[in-house]
């Protein structure tokens, strides 16, 4: 229906577009356009992103279909390639990472949300907030030159202790699937001290309130009742945490070793999908070379697409629900 | 007022950091293994000739092999000369042939850190097999301990320290673990990349160096310039004719005489494990990688006028940092080849 | 329990506090005017600095900052603005996407995208791969600083005659614009210390850079070059590139943390 009722001949534009085009002059289309370009740009530039990996991998992905996830071998000579020892390394590196990153971590966010003075817990807050700033190969730098030699000289405690586990066997380097593990933990535990403490801060206050008029202490409240309300929150910081650890690079190549095997000690080196990625992509000489590592490439992407996944519907879903 | 402050502005930052018009920036990158030398070299030209910026990146000669077939660097740099495989995806990729231009001769040498021993270790080849097999595990192993008498070697593990990315000075000593252990030949092989049986991996020559210093009872393999300037324990090794040979300009030099007669004409040749008395067993070459077409003509005139200076002037700087100059034929046949780059 | 939780805390706070400290100790002790300004040095001799890093750092970010910041404040008025739709939900996830895609795999990107075709490695290939990963937290906190502005403000506008337009430009982002630059400065500080996606497309360089498309250093490749190498003198110009570094890094984050604080989202 033509919003204009003067017009008479064909060649007057209809009334949709009529509209479109005073709304293009009123600058209410133009600023739509402007910004859904902007919209769609993140679109484009993510399919592109998973395109270019796709189509760069294809050589590779021919030559050892899905059996590449499953082999073990990394022979550059021969031509033989297997993601099994990256996806090794980087799953055991961040499984250590979140061993030692979600008792610290739960158990800061829980001390600056529920039981420090406020003016306490946010200057603590601030000050880990920050730690989620410094850079991974600063993180890298302080793991060769701190880390790992207090590793060397921890060593002989640790094999004492746990030595009767396959995790702490062998001979220790220093380099190591440990020391990878530990860098890690410190560079997660910011992530999951500052969501788990917004969720926990999240909690309504009447959950708190109702445990306190049943009787219960403060630290039962806190156990018993709040960290259980938020614990799909707490999943979810956990998700997110993990997400980033599989990802991360500079450190852990500055710590792990580098040697693509799969060893059943946490004592003995090995190699993340990151770091032979960064190591080996600028000397993969031949294109079943560059392909197999841009396949480790894809593979990466896809898992920390999973985790991401898992993490943004555990965290979305705090507090949608009374969770007793 | 404003709109002519803005397009100030703009022209500002986009000539960031951009030269006077004469600046001719070359992009190079390969071996470790020369890097002091070269990056010694390209910082006296750039003295000679203010003008030109020879930008050498250090990542490993399968990088500079990877780097200059896909045309990204002007040209690459490996101790381990390109394979006919390789020389075939060149000529497909860049429709040219890809030359390789002798600079230096250097030595691998077995570098260790073991703390309490400060005498300097004799290896045998089969001790360098057995250790970087695996077989050989630990440093008082007879292998070790034979010729060595009177030095107390420890009952410690050895830790292995190999190279994790491409590397020529991997090439160079596989293939001599190659020539000397039949159980390396069919087990490994030789390549920039290996499927290395044992051992921690570290980038570069720097990796390696930084890592075998790091770690106690650790020992790897470097180029002779790296344990020298960091000051580290390096031994000696049994060559063809019998005798434990340190590496040195004269036991590289000896090595490269044999070599003389039967020099091909592209100047791919292997001299580990090498006939005298005086050679050192893992001795070899260093190769530029330059394509035999350079579009860009101010380029193509600075990389040929530095290969002439490298043979003449260059050769005199190589002698501090311990690499060995090119014999005298090499040179000559060499300044006939560079006019093949056109 | 207190004491329990306590600690965790602190051995979380305290570890900041300690990177803070031995970077202080080993880092500025050896920095001096030489590492602001010159080149490096051949390998093995002592001396030089990293003066092309930090110009090859500087540049980097300011093309990463205009690839990134546009396309993320665009898409994030869009959402805050325009969107509710199915689309805005696409739109979403795929910001999510691209946030968790790790920077190692955003390098791989910029080198097949730009470095192959191109055949040369690039400064420009470098900022793109960081403008990258600056969009996503870009959309994300513009489009939660405009959300913030009370929809009374916007309302408001629309009463006096304003188109939607007019609305958001003289309006709703100048309410939004304190927070939306604290963002900026915190994306570009995170991606300020970023190495894995330079490694190979901004590669590396021993001298100036000249213009956009050459390969330059940068000062977290450098960190990472110097660190794992044998030499001390190398080891001692790292510990001053890192500090270097993570003092700019925290400072940014300091100040632009304290900026939010201070000011609330609809404070006017």
């Not at chain 1, 800061?108 to 920050?130: G, M």
Request: proline content about 6%; overall charge positive.
């Amino acid at each position: 229906m033509s919003a204009s009722s003067t017009t008479v001949t064909g060649t007057r534009p209809s009334g949709r577009v009529q509209l479109f085009l005073r709304r293009l002059r009123g600058g209410d289309e133009a600023a739509y356009l402007i910004t859904l370009a902007g919209a769609i740009s993140v679109l484009l530039v993510t399919a592109l992103l998973v395109v270019e990996l796709y189509q760069n991998s294809g050589v590779s992905r021919r030559a050892f279909g899905w059996s590449f996830l499953g082999t073990s071998i990394w022979d550059p000579v021969a031509g033989k390639f297997g993601a099994l020892p990256f996806i090794y390394g980087t799953l055991v590196t961040s499984a250590l990472a979140l061993l030692i990153g979600i008792p610290l971590g739960v158990g800061a966010a829980i001390f600056l949300a529920e039981l420090a003075p406020p003016r306490i817990s946010d200057a603590l807050t601030f000050l880990i907030e920050l730690l989620a700033a410094v850079p991974s190969v600063i993180f890298g730098l302080l793991g060769i030159f701190i880390l790992v030699p207090i590793l060397r000289s921890a060593e002989p405690a640790l094999r004492s202790l746990l030595g009767w586990t396959p995790l702490f066997q062998g001979p220790f380097y220093g380099v190591s699937l440990l020391a990878g593990g530990v860098v890690l933990s410190v560079m997660i535990v910011p992530f999951i001290i500052s969501i788990s403490r917004e969720v926990i801060l999240a909690v309504p206050a009447d959950q708190r309130e109702a445990a306190l008029a049943l009787g219960a202490t403060r630290w039962e409240t806190t156990w018993d009742v709040v960290v259980p309300y938020a614990r799909k929150g707490i999943m979810g910081s956990i998700f997110l945490a993990l997400a980033r650890s599989l990802g991360e690079t500079m450190a852990v190549t500055m710590v792990i070793g580098n040697d693509p095997r799969i060893h059943a000690s946490l004592f003995a080196p090995g190699y993340s999908i990151a770091a032979v990625i960064a190591n080996e992509f600028t000397e993969a000489t031949g294109d079943l070379y560059q392909g197999a590592l841009i396949e480790l490439g894809l593979v990466l992407f896809a898992l920390t697409m999973v985790i991401n996944a898992v993490a943004r519907v555990l965290v979305a879903s705090t507090g949608k629900e009374g969770t007793a | 007022m404003t709109r002519s402050a803005i397009r100030a502005a703009l022209a500002a930052v986009l000539s960031i950091g951009m030269a006077p018009a004469q600046q001719v920036l070359i992009n190079a990158a390969g071996a470790t293994f020369p890097y002091p030398m070269y990056s010694k070299w390209f910082d006296e030209y750039h003295k000679k000739f203010p003008n030109l910026q020879f930008n050498y990146q250090s990542i490993g000669s399968g990088g500079g092999i990877q780097q200059v077939t896909a045309g990204t660097v002007d040209f690459g740099a490996t101790d381990g000369p390109m394979n006919d495989a390789q020389l075939k995806e060149f000529r497909d990729k860049r429709g040219c042939e890809i030359l390789h231009f002798p600079t230096v001769m250097g030595a691998d040498v077995p570098v260790y850190n073991l703390p309490g021993v400060s005498q300097q270790l004799n290896f045998t080849p089969e001790a360098l097999a057995g250790i970087f097999l695996g077989t050989v595990k630990k440093w008082n192993d007879p292998e070790l301990a034979k010729p060595n008498p009177g030095v107390k070697l420890p009952a410690t593990d050895i830790v292995v320290v190999h190279r994790s990315d491409g590397s020529g000075t991997t090439y160079v000593w596989v293939d001599y673990l190659t020539k000397i252990s039949k159980e390396w030949e069919t087990k490994v092989g030789r390549g920039t990349s290996v499927n290395w049986p044992v051992g921690l991996g570290g980038k570069g020559n720097e990796g390696v160096s930084g890592q075998v210093k790091q770690t106690p009872n650790s020992v790897g393999y470097v180029e002779l310039i790296y344990a020298v300037q960091n000051k580290m324990a390096y031994g000696k090794v049994k060559n063809a004719a019998g005798a434990f040979v340190q590496a040195d300009l004269s036991s590289v030099t000896a090595a490269a005489a044999g070599a003389m007669k039967e020099m091909p004409d592209d100047f791919r040749v292997s001299i580990t494990n090498a006939p005298g008395n005086a050679s050192y067993p893992i001795s070899s070459f260093t190769w530029l990688l330059i394509p035999s077409k350079i579009q860009d003509a101010t380029k193509r005139k600075a990389i040929t006028d530095f290969l002439q200076w490298m043979l003449k002037d260059g050769q005199n700087m190589t002698e501090p940092l311990a690499y060995a100059r090119l014999p005298q034929p090499v040179i000559a046949k060499e300044t006939k080849a560079i006019s093949k780059i056109q | 329990m207190l004491s329990l939780t306590g600690l965790c805390t602190f051995v979380a706070a305290g570890a900041l506090v300690f990177i803070l400290g031995y970077l202080f100790v080993h880092g500025a002790s050896s920095l001096n005017w030489d590492f602001f300004t010159k080149l490096p040095k051949p390998v093995g001799e002592s001396g030089g600095g990293m003066a092309n890093a930090i110009v090859g750092s500087a540049k980097l970010l300011l093309l990463a900052a205009l690839v990134g910041v546009p396309i993320g404040f665009l898409g994030g008025v869009y959402l805050a603005e325009f969107g509710g739709s199915a689309f805005s939900s696409i739109v979403r996830y795929t910001t999510d996407l691209l946030n968790g895609v790790p920077s190692i795999v955003m390098g791989i990107f910029a080198y097949t995208l730009i470095v192959l075709p191109q055949k040369h490695f690039s400064t420009l290939a470098g900022g793109l791969a960081l403008g990258v990963m600056m969009i996503p937290i870009a959309i994300r906190s513009s489009e939660e600083f405009l959300r913030a502005v009370p929809l009374s403000l916007r309302e408001g506008a629309m009463a006096l005659g304003a188109s939607k337009t007019t609305a958001i430009l003289t309006v709703v982002i100048p309410a939004a614009k304190h927070g939306i630059l604290t963002g900026i400065m915190l994306n570009l500080a995170r991606v300020a210390g970023e190495t894995a996606p330079l490694l190979f497309t901004s590669f590396g360089n021993r001298y100036w850079s000249p213009g956009w498309e050459q390969p330059t250093s940068a000062l977290p490749v450098m960190i990472f070059t110097y660190a794992i190498a044998p030499y001390d003198d190398w080891h001692q110009q790292a510990w001053s590139a890192g500090f270097v570094l993570l003092t700019l890094v925290l400072a940014v984050n300091v100040v632009a943390r304290l900026m939010l604080s201070s000011r609330g989202p609809a404070a006017r």
